[in-house]
T-cell receptor, first 109, second 115 residues
Framework: KNEVEQSPQNLTAQEGEFITINCSYS?????LHWLQQHPGGGIVSLFM???GKKKHGRLIATINIQEKHSSLHITASHPRDSAVYIC???????????FGTGTSLTVIP | DVKVTQSSRYLVKRTGEKVFLECVQD?????MFWYRQDPGLGLRLIYF???????EKGDIPEGYSVSREKKERFSLILESASTNQTSMYLC??????????????FGNGTRLTVT
């Protein structure tokens, strides 16, 4: 069983749609990351949060520590948002990161 | 900006060859990690290092070894490459200490094919 579960696995949206990607985890964490991976492999950290909500441009990330759940929202989606979005958690017990299997997002013009 | 550089984007090797994957970071980060990424399995930790000459096994260390002789460089070694090691390999680094304040910085990945 994976400690970090993401949904959906795949998502196709029309340009302009509001998108939500969910992440649930089953262990105690000190923080959660949302990562973005474009075709070709490189991974970029979008957000790191341990409580509440963060916003950067059209991206919003929220976390509910009690419910062990986080969401990544994209407002007014654009084809350049097409990528794999990965949720990663840092365990309370160590310095390791655990990763979800990713959500592949395709935004159609 | 932190830069994590992996020496090769694509690599093709034969079964049984010894393979070296190199990773260099330029921000004096203590922690460095090697992951492999496979479809449906996500990122899995092979080894990590929290200091020069220190290393810890991750979830899937079998068939791999690592070397960290200098702080900025972390090498992954496949002692005798096998076809089941065909994968995308990603190096990452982060600061030590308060990990919740230390994002991971990734290299662009090396896609290794073992034939």
């Amino acid at each position: 069983k994976n400690e970090v579960e993401q949904s959906p696995q795949n998502l196709t949206a029309q340009e302009g749609e509001f998108i939500t990607i969910n992440c649930s985890y089953s262990v105690g964490i000190s923080a959660l990351h949302w990562l973005q991976q474009h075709p070709g492999g490189g991974i970029v950290s979008l957000f790191m949060l341990s409580s509440g909500k963060k916003k950067h441009g059209r991206l919003i990330a929220t976390i509910n520590i009690q419910e062990k759940h986080s969401s990544l929202h994209i407002t007014a989606s654009h084809p350049r948002d097409s990528a794999v979005y990965i949720c990663a958690v840092i365990l309370l017990t160590g310095n390791q990161f655990y990763f979800g299997t990713g959500t592949s997002l395709t935004v159609i013009p | 900006d932190v830069k994590v550089t992996q020496s090769s984007r694509y690599l093709v090797k034969r079964t049984g060859e010894k393979v070296f994957l190199e990773c260099v970071q330029d921000m004096d980060h203590e922690n460095m990690f090697w992951y492999r990424q496979d479809p449906g399995l996500g990122l899995r930790l092979i080894y990590f290092s929290y200091d020069v000459k220190m290393k810890e096994k991750g979830d899937i260390p079998e068939g791999y070894s690592v070397s960290r002789e200098k702080k900025e460089r972390f090498s992954l070694i496949l002692e005798s490459a096998s076809t089941n090691q065909t994968s995308m390999y990603l190096c990452a680094s982060s600061l030590s200490g308060a990990y919740y304040n230390s994002p991971l910085h990734f290299g662009n990945g090396t896609r290794l094919t073992v034939t």
